[in-house]
């Protein structure tokens, strides 16, 4: 079983995403929909603290891809936190740790995001000062 929690008022104006358990083919529709819900505030930063998650199947990475996708659209940006072990080694060996930031810890993730993305107002000021 998988227990995801969002916090959308983490660290650094991020929003935090705990999975807990792990995240198998029977859970995949779940996790679908809990991250449809977060993506349509449109957020900017996003952690994924999967420091807490044992075993994800193939199928639960391609759900984070497709999500950090929409984020992108966005101009944002998803990081990785606490990912170890096999789940690690997955993101690794199929090169998904150049799509997400990747770090050891959700503080380490916010500080991250934090230089990478600067604030929603800060960007639309940018935008127009190029206009």
Known sequence: MLDIQTDAQGPADCVTIR???DATLREIDAMQLHLRRVGSSHPRRVIIDLSRVGFMAS?????????TSGVKTRDGRVAIAGATGMN??????????????????????ANSLRQLVPPHDAAAESTTQRL
Do not use: N, P, W, Y
């Open 19 to 21: 999975l807990t358990g």
């Open 88 to 109: 690690l080694d997955a993101i690794r060996r199929s090169r998904l740790d150049t799509l997400f930031v990747m770090s050891e810890s959700v503080d380490a993730a």
């Open 59 to 67: 199928l639960a990475l391609g759900t984070l891809v497709e999500f």
